[in-house]
C-alpha cells in the first residue's frame, strides 16, 4: 500500500479504530503494537513498539503476547476490517475447556495467525525460543505446542460469509471491502 495500513481511512475512519470497534466488546484489555508509536497515539490505548524489532510478523506476535496481561490473548491484525469477535470468542473457548495452546482457524487457505487466540504462558516461550534460534516465520513454533484448528465448516457457524480473514493489501482491495461493509451495514437495517 505504501503506507501504514492500520491508519488507511475506511468508511470515514481508520481502519485500525473499525477493528478496535468490532474487538473491544470481547475484550478486556486492548495493546496496539506499533514501531509507529507516535502515529497512533490518538486511540488512547497502550501502544508497543516491537521488543526484537526487524523480526517480521513473528516478531510482532512474540511482543503483543509478551505485553499481554492475560491468560488467554486474542491477535488480529490491523487490516483485517471483518475480523470476528464472535469466531474469537469460540477460539477462546476452545482453550478455556481444554488443553491446547493455539486456537487458529484453518481458512481454507491455510492457517490464520493473525485472527487466532494463543495461552501466553506456553506459546511465549515457543515463540522466543524460534526467534532466538533464528527462525522467523509464523508458525515456525507451532510444532512445540498443542494447537488445536478450526475448520472452514465450524467456521461457517461464527461467519457464514468467511470474510473475516479478509485483509487489505492493494488500494483495490480496501474499496472492495468498504463496498462489502457498506453492502452489509445496510443489509443488517
Known sequence: MGQDKGLLPFLGQPLIQRVIAR??????????????KQAYQFLGLPLVSDTLPGRGALGGLYTALRAANH????????D????SPTLL????????SGTADLAIP???????PFHAVYRRQTCLP??????MADLWRVDAWFAQVKV???????ILRYDPQMIC???VNTPEELSEAERLATALEYQSE
Open 23 to 36: 474487538l473491544a466488546p470481547l475484550a478486556d484489555e486492548l495493546i496496539v503494537t506499533t514501531n509507529h
Open 71 to 78: 491468560a488467554l490473548v486474542a491477535v488480529v491484525a490491523c
Open 80 to 83: 483485517m476490517p471483518f475480523a
Open 89 to 96: 470468542a469460540a477460539l477462546r473457548d476452545l482453550l478455556s
Open 106 to 112: 484453518n481458512s481454507g487457505g491455510g492457517q490464520e
Open 126 to 131: 515457543a515463540i522466543e525460543a524460534a526467534l
Open 148 to 154: 488445536v484448528a478450526m475448520q472452514p465448516p465450524a
Open 165 to 167: 480473514f479478509r485483509n
